[in-house]
T-cell receptor, first 113, second 119 residues
Framework: TQLLEQSPQFLSIQEGENLTVYCNSSSVFSSLQWYRQEPGEGPVLLVTVVTGGEVKKLKRLTFQFGDARKDSSLHITAAQPGDTGLYLC?????????????FGRGTQLTVWP | DAGVIQSPRHEVTEMGQEVTLRCKPI?????LFWYRQTMMRGLELLIYFNNNVPIDDSGMPEDRFSAKMPNASFSTLKIQPSEPRDSAVYFCASSTTKFDRASSNQPQHFGDGTRLSIL
C-alpha cells in the first residue's frame, strides 16, 4: 500500500479546461511537496506546502495543504499543452526516518490542443 | 549550476551481465538517493546515503543490487547479474539540509535518469 494515494491516476483534457488532482494519506505530514516530471527527465519540484490550510499559487497552479496536514490538492486553471506531465506528491510523515521522502504514484496529465 | 548528473542515459544489455549506473550529486548536497521508476510500481526508493554513509537500503530488491558512495561527489548502483525484470528507469537525486534542518522540507534534485533495458 502507498503512504500517499494520488487520484486520478490518469487525466486527459482539452486545452482551456480546469482540473484538480488529489494527494491523500492517513498519516500526518510536516510538509508536502509537488513535483512535475516530463518525458525523459527527472521530477522537478514545483512547490512545498508546510502549514495546515496553506494555499500557494504558481501562475495558473494552486496548491492547498489540508487543515489536518494529511492531504493536498493541485488545481490548474485553463490548462495548456505545456502542463502535460506526471504530477507527483511527496512528503515525510511525522516520525519517519530523517531525510527520506515518500512519493505517491502520480497523476499522468495530458492536455490536448 | 550543474545539476545531478547520471550516466549512462541509456543502457541495453543481455541478462546475466553486470550493470553499473553512475551519479554525481550537486556539489555540497549531503543526501543522495537512488530510485527506480516503472509503470507498475511508480517511483521506488532503493537506497539513500547521508554524508556518504548508507542510511536505509531496505528498498534494494535483492542481493544482486549494491550501491556505494566512495566520496561526496560520486555514487554507483550496480546490478550483478542483471535480469529482464530489472528493466526500468533509474534515478539519482540529491538534497541538502544545510539551510534548514527540517530535512523533510528540502527538495530533492533529480538527474535525468538511466533507462535500463535487460534483454
Amino acid at each position: 500500500t502507498q503512504l500517499l494515494e494520488q487520484s486520478p491516476q490518469f487525466l486527459s483534457i482539452q486545452e482551456g479546461e480546469n482540473l484538480t488532482v488529489y494527494c491523500n494519506s492517513s498519516s500526518v505530514f510536516s510538509s508536502l511537496q509537488w513535483y512535475r516530471q516530463e518525458p525523459g527527465e527527472g521530477p522537478v519540484l514545483l512547490v512545498t506546502v508546510v502549514t495546515g490550510g496553506e494555499v500557494k499559487k504558481l501562475k495558473r497552479l494552486t496548491f492547498q495543504f489540508g487543515d489536518a496536514r494529511k492531504d493536498s490538492s493541485l488545481h490548474i486553471t485553463a490548462a495548456q499543452p505545456g502542463d502535460t506531465g506526471l504530477y507527483l506528491c511527496a512528503g515525510a510523515p511525522r516520525g519517519s526516518t530523517l531525510g527520506r521522502l515518500y512519493f505517491g504514484r502520480g497523476t499522468q496529465l495530458t492536455v490536448w490542443p | 549550476d550543474a545539476g545531478v548528473i547520471q550516466s549512462p542515459r541509456h543502457e541495453v544489455t543481455e541478462m546475466g551481465q553486470e550493470v553499473t549506473l553512475r551519479c554525481k550529486p550537486i556539489s555540497g548536497h549531503d543526501y543522495l538517493f537512488w530510485y527506480r521508476q516503472t509503470m507498475m510500481r511508480g517511483l521506488e526508493l532503493l537506497i539513500y546515503f547521508n554524508n556518504n554513509v548508507p542510511i536505509d537500503d531496505s528498498g534494494m530488491p535483492e542481493d544482486r543490487f549494491s550501491a556505494k558512495m566512495p566520496n561526496a561527489s560520486f555514487s554507483t548502483l550496480k546490478i550483478q547479474p542483471s535480469e529482464p525484470r530489472d528493466s526500468a528507469v533509474y534515478f539519482c537525486a540529491s538534497s541538502t539540509t544545510k539551510f534548514d534542518r527540517a530535512s523533510s522540507n528540502q527538495p530533492q534534485h533529480f538527474g535525468d535518469g538511466t533507462r535500463l533495458s535487460i534483454l
